[in-house]
């Protein structure tokens, strides 16, 4: 089973501040996606990166999948307490459709 | 619209019950998968499928079975229901496209074993 070391797993920032995610592994993965979930809720998809060095920019969220398609970060700048929520990054494993999930990461930006 | 649907949403039980969650989606996706969500684990794989008649075993699938008769459900069942086994659990599908392969998650189960 290939493993996915998210980190931080808590942050807690004022709305306004930046910053970033990590999603490290030691395995390679054929895409890296970055899903959001909120309370009572299933994940939901925001982005999917598959080249190696890859940037996708989803207004103030920039997500990257570095050169070796073994780790990723998602960066929020300025944010706000819409941003409010866990966030999760899954690597798809190249020998299938499976996901192997990072621990997640609860943001809370407070006004 | 398509969909992916739970139930039931909220379940509580005694140890050692057979339990079913069930899920269903319209998407006409191939692939189905079941999670369980605990604090500090993320989501980890239980079972999942490629399509009719088809079942594999993911990370952490002792005590636990699926079946696939159609296209549409994947039941989750717990054979014997353990304490361990209180958590949220997820049913995701997908298919493949060139971004690669989106999973589509229902809104979750949440079980209690007592």
């Known amino acids: 089973t290939q493993l996915l070391e998210q980190s931080p797993q808590f942050l807690s920032i004022q709305e306004g501040e930046n910053l970033t995610v990590y999603c490290n592994s030691s395995?390679?993965?054929?895409?890296l996606q970055w899903y959001r979930q909120e309370p009572g809720e299933g994940p939901v998809l925001l982005v999917t990166?598959?080249?190696?060095?890859e940037v996708k920019k989803l207004k103030r969220l920039t997500f990257q999948f570095g050169d070796a398609r073994k780790d990723s970060s998602l960066h929020i700048t300025a944010a706000q307490p819409g941003d409010t929520g866990l966030y999760l990054c899954?690597?798809?494993?190249?020998?299938?459709?499976?996901?192997?999930f990072g621990e997640g990461t609860q943001l809370t930006v407070n006004p | 619209d398509a969909e992916i649907t739970q139930s039931p949403r909220h379940k509580i039980t005694e140890t050692g019950r057979q339990v079913t969650l069930a899920c269903h989606q319209t998407?006409?996706?191939?692939?189905m998968f079941w999670y369980r969500q605990d604090l500090g684990h993320g989501l980890r794989l239980i079972h999942y499928s490629y399509g009719v008649q088809d079942t594999n075993k993911g990370e952490v699938s002792d005590g636990y079975s699926v079946s696939r008769s159609n296209t549409e459900d994947l039941p989750l069942t717990l054979e014997s229901a353990a304490s361990s086994q209180t958590s949220v659990y997820f049913c995701?599908?997908?298919?493949?496209?060139?971004?690669?392969?989106?999973?589509?998650f229902g809104p979750g189960t949440r079980l209690t074993v007592l």
């Open positions: 998407w006409n996706h191939n692939n």
């Open positions: 899954a690597g798809e494993e190249t020998s299938g459709s499976r996901l192997t």
């Open positions: 990166v598959v080249t190696g060095g």
């Open positions: 995701a599908s997908s298919e493949y496209s060139e971004q690669g392969d989106t999973q589509y």
């Open positions: 395995s390679v993965f054929s895409s």
